[in-house]
DNA sequence: CTAACGTACAACCAAATGGTTGTAGAAACA
DNA sequence: TGTTTCTACAACCATTTGGTTGTACGTTAG
């Protein structure tokens, strides 16, 4: 499929979750060098909790993960989840580009047809 | 620079609007042929006014270009933004892959031209 | 001309979001 | 020991979101 292992509801979790200035910070941050909950929130001009809910956010998009490590939580980035939401976009694009005929091979499930390129299936309406 | 033109506010536009199953599929479906608001409504099984709302969104975030044709309102993809989302999530995987130095030189300074992601509030590395 | 269609937009509503403060518990430190 | 630090979570609040319905207006078809 288009999405690939993606459930639509992760796909939402995952662009929500990036979809913020601060969360978006805190992915580039934690990739670069992992960090504390509340080393993160000193980085940051907003309370504790706030930062808190961000990783949250965050942790249930799959983006980063938590592991205590005595009484602090230290958050680092889950790279997986960030490939697949690139890849994601890459296959719009692809699709877009040159190889639709192909993409649309796949979505329809036939492949018998060899006919490379025309507009087959007019309205897919699922 | 390799760096994008994308305010912040611009990439909060598009990871949300990219954050809703329908908002994704209306744009799967212009990517394969563009079509007319209501074209896209019946598609659907909310009131046409969601889908012009969830046109909206997309519109906003420069994702599709709404072009009058008579009474109707073609919807069509706008594919540079996708492109320029989809290198915005590859810049965090090569950050990750181990090319930081060049990323890190970016982010050092990052609210002057480069206007990729710049952080929120306060410094970033206080 | 009249009717139907496609669109725009306002008003309204329930639920989610993003923020706050406050309280409480576990771990580290003096 | 007692205190500070880090985390978790609840309660609350304002704003946004995603949906509805209703109305109005331009365009096309009969």
Same mark, same amino acid.
């Given at each position: 499929?288009?999405?690939?292992? /993606?459930?639509?509801? *992760?796909?939402?979790?995952?662009?929500?979750?990036?979809?913020?200035?601060?969360?978006?910070?805190? !992915?580039? #941050?934690?990739? &670069?060098?992992?960090?504390?909950?509340?080393?993160?929130? #000193?980085? $940051?001009?907003?309370?504790?909790?706030? !930062?808190?809910? &961000?990783?949250?956010? /965050? *942790? #249930?998009? &799959? =983006?980063?993960?938590?592991?205590?490590?005595?009484?602090?939580?230290? !958050? &680092?980035?889950?790279?997986?989840? =960030?490939?697949?939401?690139?890849? =994601? /976009?890459?296959? $719009?694009?692809?699709?877009?580009?040159? #190889?639709?005929?192909?993409?649309?091979? /796949? =979505?329809?499930?036939?492949? *018998?047809?060899?006919?490379?390129?025309?507009?087959?299936?007019?309205?897919?309406?699922?």
């Amino acid at each position: 499929m288009v999405v690939e292992t /993606l459930t639509n509801d *992760e796909i939402d979790r995952i662009f929500h979750a990036l979809a913020d200035a601060t969360r978006r910070d805190i !992915v580039q #941050r934690v990739i &670069h060098e992992e960090q504390s909950v509340s080393t993160l929130a #000193r980085a $940051y001009d907003v309370s504790f909790a706030a !930062v808190q809910k &961000h990783v949250a956010v /965050l *942790e #249930r998009a &799959h =983006l980063i993960t938590k592991q205590r490590h005595g009484r602090e939580q230290i !958050v &680092h980035s889950d790279m997986g989840t =960030l490939g697949r939401a690139e890849r =994601l /976009l890459r296959q $719009y694009q692809d699709l877009w580009a040159g #190889r639709a005929s192909r993409m649309d091979a /796949l =979505l329809a499930e036939d492949d *018998e047809t060899t006919t490379q390129n025309d507009p087959p299936s007019k309205g897919p309406t699922p």
